[in-house]
């Protein structure tokens, strides 16, 4: 554990978590990849969004795997899946091949994703400032990562779609840092247990994971399909990896000015993501033939994810205690990654359910599915408020 302060450590550590929010990065190359393999609309966003579906399986799995071969060695089994599933697509010419490589990549994501975080509560378990710092750094990682790797998947697909995937090869980079700077992780935590951790977990943990799925299919919805919107109306050559590279940029921003955005209105973050989330997505639906209105909606649609989730980490300490906290965490992922992966599902029910063969269709119907929330939210708060107007009373 002595290494665990160097710079060189905590790059190390660090560079894992620019990895995991990748899968999206390729997005751009997906309307070249579906008119080159003839696919439906539905089975170019899978590529997209089926890593999340190993994601699933894996981050239940990654704790287990952890516990028999070590931390540090299934992170390193995490960064191959992801190095070679990743790649794969450029040499295959057939689908469900690539929706397997993708699968295995997101395998990967799921072995280190819970351990991205882990690993720097184990290491730095003393040191309440560098690890608060450093998870800091991490979720800003995450957004950096995805930003750069839209960016360089959408200089690739200029010279060809299949290129886009070379981009996961950093994960053998990452890999070799990862090995030679990070020393083995070892959680000497002592298993103590008093009352409260011996409480079960509250019900809105679930109720959250819920929510937490439908915005992840929200927000992935909009990802996976502003490439289709914007060649239906630039063309079909048109190359979209540098709009979509602005949405984490987008997120970054907001993240830095959160701190003084929750001071000002408390919990009512949440409602004003659910606002602009809403905005964003009529916006998106009504844009068809509108372009501005399109990126109007799709910039939008950057900041809701910056404001909401806070709201959601924030709440779980009072839903399940500490000893549970890294399995309501977990439940959370996972309900996060289920909603990536159905994602193409929920938008081609909705376009059937509207009744309308148009790509913008269902982004109409989930403005009002948000309105909805927001209306519950809404509701529970002012009941909330009213039971302390009449305690003091």
């Given at each position: 554990m002595e290494k665990r302060n160097s710079g060189l450590t905590q790059v190390a550590i660090l560079a894992i978590s620019i990895l995991l929010t990748s899968a999206t990065a390729i997005n751009g190359a997906l309307p070249q990849m579906r008119a080159s393999l003839s696919m439906t609309t539905t089975q170019g966003e899978l590529v997209a969004t089926v890593p999340s579906l190993g994601v699933v399986i894996f981050v239940v799995l990654s704790s287990l795997i952890a516990k028999k071969i070590g931390?540090?060695?299934?992170?390193?089994?995490?960064?191959?899946?992801?190095?070679?599933?990743?790649?794969?697509?450029?040499?295959?010419?057939?689908?469900?091949?690539?929706?397997?490589?993708?699968?295995?990549?997101?395998?990967?994501?799921?072995?280190?994703?819970?351990?991205?975080?882990?690993?720097?509560?184990?290491?730095?378990?003393?040191?309440e400032n560098r690890r608060a710092n450093m998870l800091g750094f991490r979720g800003a990682a995450e957004n950096i990562g995805s930003a750069?790797?839209?960016?360089?998947?959408?200089?690739?697909?200029?010279?060809?779609?299949?290129?886009?995937?070379?981009?996961?090869?950093?994960?053998?980079?990452?890999?070799?840092?990862?090995?030679?700077?990070?020393?083995?992780?070892?959680?000497?935590?002592?298993?103590?247990?008093?009352?409260?951790?011996?409480?079960?977990?509250?019900?809105?943990?679930?109720?959250?994971?819920?929510?937490?799925?439908?915005?992840?299919?929200?927000?992935?919805?909009?990802?996976?399909?502003?490439?289709?919107?914007?060649?239906?109306?630039?063309?079909?050559?048109?190359?979209?990896?540098?709009?979509?590279?602005?949405?984490?940029?987008?997120?970054?921003?907001?993240?830095?000015?959160?701190?003084?955005?929750?001071?000002?209105?408390?919990?009512?973050?949440?409602?004003?993501?659910?606002?602009?989330?809403?905005?964003?997505?009529?916006?998106?639906?009504?844009?068809?033939?509108?372009f501005p209105l399109l990126l109007i909606g799709y910039f939008i649609s950057g900041i809701p994810g910056s404001l909401i989730f806070p709201f959601i980490y924030n709440s779980l300490n009072k839903y399940a205690p500490a000893s549970k906290m890294n399995v309501v965490t977990s439940i959370i992922l996972i309900g996060c990654n289920l909603g990536s992966f159905l994602a193409p599902f929920g938008l081609n029910l909705l376009q059937k359910i509207g009744g309308s063969e148009s790509i913008f269709t269902p982004f109409i119907a989930l403005s009002t599915i948000i309105l909805g929330i927001l209306m519950i939210f809404v509701i529970r708060d002012m009941n909330i408020l009213q039971r302390k107007v009449d305690k003091t009373e």
């Open positions: 931390i540090k060695r299934t992170v390193q089994i995490g960064l191959l899946l992801v190095g070679f599933g990743g790649i794969a697509p450029i040499f295959l010419v057939n689908y469900p091949l690539i929706i397997m490589s993708r699968f295995i990549l997101g395998a990967g994501f799921g072995l280190f994703n819970s351990l991205a975080v882990s690993i720097i509560n184990i290491l730095y378990r003393d040191e750069v790797m839209t960016i360089a998947a959408g200089i690739l697909l200029s010279i060809s779609w299949k290129l886009s995937f070379g981009i996961y090869a950093i994960a053998f980079f990452v890999l070799i840092v990862f090995t030679l700077f990070v020393p083995e992780i070892t959680d000497k935590t002592p298993n103590k247990m008093n009352h409260k951790d011996k409480e079960k977990i509250n019900m809105t943990v679930f109720l959250l994971a819920l929510f937490a799925l439908f915005l992840v299919m929200t927000f992935v919805a909009i990802g996976v399909r502003f490439p289709a919107m914007v060649t239906s109306m630039r063309g079909g050559n048109y190359n979209a990896s540098n709009l979509l590279a602005v949405m984490p940029i987008i997120g970054i921003i907001t993240g830095f000015f959160f701190g003084r955005i929750y001071q000002a209105l408390g919990e009512k973050c949440l409602h004003l993501g659910l606002i602009l989330l809403a905005v964003a997505t009529l916006l998106i639906g009504i844009s068809a033939g509108n």
